[in-house]
């Protein structure tokens, strides 16, 4: 419990050591006995016994002195331990006890009583004031841990906008005030207490659960679960998503993935889908589930496009800072995904083009890859920002890639030194390579040393070629072994996740496989041969379902969770069909399974559900970040369908203005920060200067889905045998 005054003798004081300054930490004279620890050489927190009572050493403790079923006002005078609550709350000003002697009982009386006028003349004024400052000033905003460290986090004394009244915090039963300035109750049994001040917008007090550590403490990835959700269909449209009737139903036939849809709709419906289909109400109700993160994919074209692209460009990273700032409002962390790249690393339309692969293979294959290490880092430059790495704690640099291994392997070490050489050792996100349709147990061993490195891996059930009709109670032993999978590789491998899952036990839903590709399981897919075993109706009919089949699914849901235990279910929502009125494939939906009871309404439930005979009890660490990347050579050996030598494909130089992401705050309409917050500038690392990839001049180019295209060896004389072999320079590590 933290005190004020001096610290007892054998009490470690927290100025004495060397504090975590990726949390928040305090600035009066408080202080906690710390346990008696050798001089570590360095603080961030790499793997803890599950029965600490603090996040790090030096993290903040839990805000235990306001009331999580409502909002609380506090006012604030000029003294760091003093605070007199409007409401209520704790004295916490001290002074000497002593009994005084008689010849002076006299005089403190009449001070004493001096002293209490002075105090009702005072609240008489100050009340009223605070009631038309709380009136005048209708923020969503924060509570007793104002101000900003140097990471974004709380731990300061709060701003006071338009007058000496702090802004506003709350939990469950709390009004909040949105962006077009309504409110709505927030809903959130378990203790999470969301956090937003006008004047302090970086403030990253949020709190999603009391379970899960506040954005301004350490996560402790190994012993804290990520529990989370996708939000696809969001930034990154699916069909089977369709969300609101004109999106894909209404340019029928032609519309298959984003590079038709886009010509088709215009920047205006694209943007109107943006601000409709999540909003912060999504984000409020996600930390109301119980759950701590997102996964949210993002397309490349939310960077920069080439002109030869129809994508409409950049509208998309506009509403990535809401959801940032959205996540930070509510406590959620990020796990920001890279979903598209250019010319696609998978044939799915959720690569941006579905069809061909023309990353890292054809004839585009390696200039492609080129161009998106570069947007990797300009988005690893901007989330490694102080004021956006504590909620962005976690970066994927590329979705699903169904590449050689050799080649993969060389783009993802490239892709590691990049988002390092923006990060710093020891900073930045967690980096999440996906095991690109390998398998995990292919990846033991890859990049010892990394810094912070994880692996993702998407279990599907619902995508055999041979479907079944039995229910979904029986198939729970699938999730089961998949936990035993991934508990080997949290020993073999580090942090292992599963970045997508579902609860489909068959791919019976609309569009699911894509457009018009039809379902294996009624015997309509038209990606090959299968045998139909029955009518999709009874799976996706949910008004329907039973009580059994609810119970049923939910039992399949929560050894899903059980199982994978780190993980982030796809998705979070799914729209209703614009032909029906209903949402069409139930099963991947997690919203419409918590309204309908085959959720849980706590993940927490979940516990046991597999018996886990085999559990993972270590603690996940990290390595040093010195890592030998030359057995991974770049550009790789080859490249698989270009029909040449890597020296003779299509290339970038990097020579080109670096597109600069910017940062943004969205303040509640009416509110009047009375103080500019920093949003950054975008670039982490100012000794980072290289150029952008851009086109060699005399150059004539393949479009970037070359499709078969093959060019003339060598491809240009204008360009020298190799202009850029090595994209970025590897990060300066510490010894």
């Given at each position: 419990?933290?005190?004020?005054?001096?610290?007892?003798?054998?009490?470690?004081?927290?100025?004495?050591?060397?504090?975590?300054?990726?949390?928040?930490?305090?600035?009066?004279?408080?202080?906690?006995?710390?346990?008696?620890?050798?001089?570590?050489?360095?603080?961030?927190?790499?793997?803890?016994?599950?029965?600490?009572?603090?996040?790090?050493?030096?993290?903040?403790?839990?805000?235990?002195?306001?009331d999580n079923?409502?909002?609380?006002f506090?006012?604030?005078?000029?003294?760091?331990?003093?605070?007199?609550?409007?409401?209520?709350?704790?004295?916490?000003?001290?002074?000497?006890?002593?009994?005084?002697?008689?010849?002076?009982?006299?005089?403190?009386?009449?001070?004493?009583?001096?002293?209490?006028?002075?105090?009702?003349?005072?609240?008489?004024?100050?009340?009223?004031?605070?009631?038309?400052?709380?009136?005048?000033?209708?923020?969503?905003?924060?509570?007793?841990?104002?101000?900003?460290?140097?990471?974004?986090?709380?731990?300061?004394?709060?701003?006071?906008?338009?007058?000496?009244?702090?802004?506003?915090?709350?939990?469950?039963?709390?009004?909040?005030?949105?962006?077009?300035?309504?409110?709505?109750?927030?809903?959130?049994?378990?203790?999470?207490s969301?956090?937003?001040?006008?004047?302090?917008?970086?403030?990253?007090?949020?709190?999603?659960?009391?379970?899960?550590?506040?954005?301004?403490?350490?996560?402790?990835?190994?012993?804290?679960?990520?529990?989370?959700?996708?939000?696809?269909?969001?930034?990154?449209?699916?069909?089977?998503?369709?969300?609101?009737?004109?999106?894909?139903?209404?340019?029928?036939p032609?519309?298959?993935?984003?590079?038709?849809?886009?010509?088709a709709?215009?920047?205006?419906?694209?943007?109107?889908?943006?601000?409709?289909?999540?909003?912060e109400?999504?984000f409020?109700?996600?930390?109301?589930?119980?759950?701590?993160?997102?996964?949210?994919?993002?397309?490349?074209?939310?960077?920069?496009?080439?002109?030869?692209?129809?994508?409409?460009?950049?509208?998309?990273?506009?509403?990535?800072?809401?959801?940032?700032?959205?996540?930070?409002?509510?406590?959620?962390?990020?796990?920001?995904?890279?979903?598209?790249?250019?010319?696609?690393?998978?044939?799915?339309?959720?690569?941006?083009?579905?069809?061909n692969?023309?990353?890292?293979?054809?004839?585009?294959?390696?200039?492609?890859?080129?161009?998106?290490?570069?947007?990797?880092?300009v988005?690893?430059?901007?989330?490694?920002?102080?004021?956006?790495?504590?909620?962005?704690?976690?970066?994927?640099?590329?979705?699903?890639?169904?590449?050689?291994?050799?080649?993969?392997?060389?783009?993802?070490?490239?892709?590691?030194?990049?988002?390092?050489?923006?990060?710093?050792?020891?900073?930045?996100p967690?980096?999440?390579?996906?095991?690109?349709?390998?398998?995990?147990?292919?990846?033991?061993?890859?990049?010892?040393?990394?810094?912070r490195?994880?692996?993702?891996?998407?279990?599907?059930?619902?995508?055999?070629?041979?479907?079944?009709?039995?229910?979904?109670?029986?198939?729970?032993?699938?999730?089961?072994?998949?936990?035993?999978?991934f508990?080997?590789s949290?020993?073999?491998?580090?942090?292992?996740?599963?970045?997508?899952w579902?609860?489909?036990?068959?791919d019976?839903?609309?569009?699911?496989?894509?457009?018009?590709?039809?379902?294996?399981?009624?015997?309509?897919?038209a990606?090959?041969?299968?045998?139909?075993?029955?009518?999709?109706?009874?799976?996706?009919?949910?008004?329907?379902?039973?009580?059994?089949?609810?119970?049923?699914?939910?039992?399949?849901?929560?050894?899903?969770?059980?199982?994978?235990?780190?993980?982030?279910f796809?998705?979070?929502?799914?729209?209703?069909?614009?032909?029906?009125?209903?949402?069409?494939?139930?099963?991947?939906?997690?919203?419409?399974?918590?309204?309908?009871?085959?959720?849980?309404?706590?993940?927490?439930?979940?516990?046991?559900?597999?018996?886990?005979?085999?559990?993972?009890?270590?603690?996940?660490?990290?390595?040093?970040?010195?890592?030998?990347?030359?057995?991974?050579?770049?550009?790789?050996?080859?490249?698989?369908?270009?029909?040449?030598?890597?020296?003779?494909?299509?290339?970038?130089?990097?020579?080109?203005?670096?597109?600069?992401?910017?940062?943004?705050?969205?303040?509640?309409?009416?509110?009047?920060?009375?103080?500019?917050?920093?949003?950054?500038?975008?670039?982490?690392?100012?000794?980072?200067k290289?150029?952008?990839?851009?086109?060699?001049?005399?150059?004539?180019?393949?479009?970037?889905?070359?499709?078969?295209?093959?060019?003339?060896?060598?491809?240009?004389?204008?360009?020298?045998?190799?202009?850029?072999?090595?994209?970025?320079?590897?990060?300066?590590?510490?010894?």
């Amino acid at each position: 419990m933290s005190q004020s005054g001096p610290a007892p003798d054998g009490a470690t004081k927290y100025n004495s050591i060397p504090l975590d300054d990726s949390v928040s930490t305090p600035v009066t004279a408080s202080y906690t006995s710390l346990p008696n620890v050798p001089a570590p050489t360095q603080y961030r927190f790499l793997g803890q016994d599950s029965n600490s009572g603090r996040n790090s050493i030096a993290s903040s403790g839990y805000q235990t002195n306001y009331d999580n079923s409502s909002a609380q006002f506090l006012y604030h005078d000029s003294h760091p331990n003093h605070e007199d609550s409007l409401g209520y709350g704790e004295f916490n000003e001290k002074g000497n006890v002593a009994t005084p002697g008689a010849a002076r009982k006299k005089r403190n009386l009449i001070i004493g009583i001096v002293v209490v006028a002075i105090v009702i003349i005072a609240v008489a004024v100050a009340v009223p004031l605070a009631i038309l400052n709380k009136n005048k000033d209708s923020s969503s905003g924060s509570s007793q841990s104002g101000g900003n460290d140097a990471h974004g986090g709380g731990g300061g004394e709060p701003s006071k906008p338009g007058g000496a009244l702090a802004a506003v915090t709350g939990g469950d039963g709390s009004d909040v005030t949105l962006e077009d300035g309504t409110k709505f109750k927030y809903s959130n049994p378990h203790g999470g207490s969301w956090y937003y001040d006008v004047n302090d917008p970086f403030n990253n007090n949020a709190r999603p659960q009391s379970w899960s550590p506040a954005l301004n403490e350490t996560f402790r990835y190994g012993i804290d679960k990520i529990r989370g959700v996708n939000l696809g269909g969001w930034l990154v449209l699916e069909p089977f998503m369709h969300v609101t009737p004109f999106m894909f139903h209404k340019y029928q036939p032609d519309a298959v993935d984003e590079y038709t849809l886009h010509p088709a709709m215009g920047a205006d419906q694209l943007e109107d889908h943006y601000k409709t289909f999540i909003t912060e109400k999504d984000f409020a109700e996600i930390a109301g589930a119980g759950l701590n993160y997102v996964r949210l994919p993002l397309p490349y074209w939310a960077v920069e496009t080439h002109t030869s692209e129809p994508y409409i460009p950049k509208v998309a990273w506009k509403y990535f800072l809401k959801a940032v700032q959205w996540a930070r409002k509510y406590g959620i962390r990020i796990n920001l995904d890279l979903h598209t790249v250019p010319g696609s690393q998978n044939i799915w339309n959720h690569s941006g083009r579905r069809g061909n692969v023309n990353f890292l293979r054809g004839t585009m294959g390696y200039a492609n890859a080129q161009r998106t290490l570069d947007i990797i880092r300009v988005i690893a430059e901007f989330i490694s920002q102080p004021e956006y790495r504590d909620v962005v704690t976690m970066f994927s640099p590329i979705n699903e890639p169904t590449i050689d291994k050799p080649s993969i392997s060389s783009f993802y070490a490239q892709a590691y030194k990049v988002i390092r050489e923006a990060s710093g050792p020891g900073e930045g996100p967690w980096i999440s390579f996906h095991d690109a349709m390998l398998g995990k147990p292919e990846w033991v061993g890859f990049l010892p040393g990394a810094d912070r490195m994880a692996l993702d891996s998407h279990p599907y059930a619902a995508f055999d070629d041979t479907q079944t009709d039995v229910p979904w109670d029986t198939r729970t032993g699938t999730p089961c072994q998949w936990g035993r999978e991934f508990n080997q590789s949290m020993a073999d491998f580090g942090l292992s996740l599963a970045g997508e899952w579902s609860n489909a036990i068959n791919d019976c839903g609309l569009w699911l496989n894509g457009i018009p590709e039809g379902t294996r399981y009624d015997g309509t897919y038209a990606g090959g041969q299968v045998t139909a075993v029955g009518s999709c109706d009874k799976w996706t009919d949910w008004q329907n379902f039973s009580d059994d089949t609810k119970s049923q699914l939910k039992k399949f849901a929560m050894a899903s969770m059980d199982g994978l235990q780190n993980w982030f279910f796809w998705t979070w929502k799914i729209g209703a069909s614009s032909k029906s009125g209903k949402v069409e494939t139930p099963a991947w939906s997690y919203q419409l399974g918590l309204e309908n009871g085959w959720i849980p309404k706590d993940p927490r439930e979940a516990a046991g559900a597999c018996g886990n005979p085999a559990p993972f009890t270590g603690s996940i660490s990290s390595g040093s970040g010195e890592v030998d990347v030359t057995k991974y050579p770049w550009p790789p050996a080859a490249i698989d369908g270009a029909g040449a030598a890597v020296t003779d494909l299509p290339r970038y130089t990097p020579t080109g203005a670096i597109p600069t992401l910017s940062g943004a705050t969205f303040p509640p309409s009416g509110a009047k920060p009375t103080k500019t917050a920093s949003v950054g500038n975008g670039w982490a690392n100012p000794d980072d200067k290289a150029g952008y990839m851009t086109e060699i001049g005399g150059c004539t180019y393949p479009d970037a889905w070359a499709n078969g295209a093959t060019v003339p060896t060598p491809w240009c004389t204008a360009a020298g045998k190799r202009d850029q072999v090595d994209l970025i320079p590897g990060p300066t590590l510490a010894p």
